[in-house]
Nanobody
Framework: QVQLVESGGGSVQAGGSLRLSCAAS????????MAWFRQAPGKEREGVAA????????SYADSVKGRFTISLDNAKNTLYLQMNSLKPEDTAVYYC???????????????????WGQGTQVTVSS
């Protein structure tokens, strides 16, 4: 049974940093693509960052480029999202997602992923 478990969320002031982690069990990050999504109150879930094991690169939403970094530790089977220069508009529940064989039309879209974590809350105060 695949489980993705996020951690690292919390409350921080604007300009601060947080690092989210997503530990996988029953699933290996050694192949396929992984991503972080977020959902703010009253808004649809949106893709934040994505990475594939065989592409060598990452994709980011325009709103987080230059501030967020997605990375993968294969030895720990853990996905990370380093978030710097946080803004109040980054407040949301953050989810990790993964799939061994995504279609790859747009890795920041939900339909690319079959496995999801339960989410972790990030709150940024001004």
């Amino acid at each position: 049974q695949v489980q993705l478990v996020e951690s690292g969320g919390g409350s921080v002031q604007a300009g601060g940093s947080l690092r989210l982690s997503c530990a996988a069990s029953g699933y290996t990050y050694k192949s396929g693509c992984m991503a972080w999504f977020r959902q703010a109150p009253g808004k649809e879930r949106e893709g934040v960052a994505a990475i594939c094991t065989n592409s060598g690169g990452a994709s980011y939403a325009d709103s987080v480029k230059g501030r967020f970094t997605i990375s993968l530790d294969n030895a720990k089977n853990t996905l990370y999202l380093q978030m710097n220069s946080l803004k109040p508009e980054d407040t949301a529940v953050y989810y990790c997602a993964a799939d061994h064989s995504p279609v790859r039309f747009d890795l920041l879209q939900e339909y690319e992923y079959n496995y999801w974590g339960q989410g972790t809350q990030v709150t940024v105060s001004s």
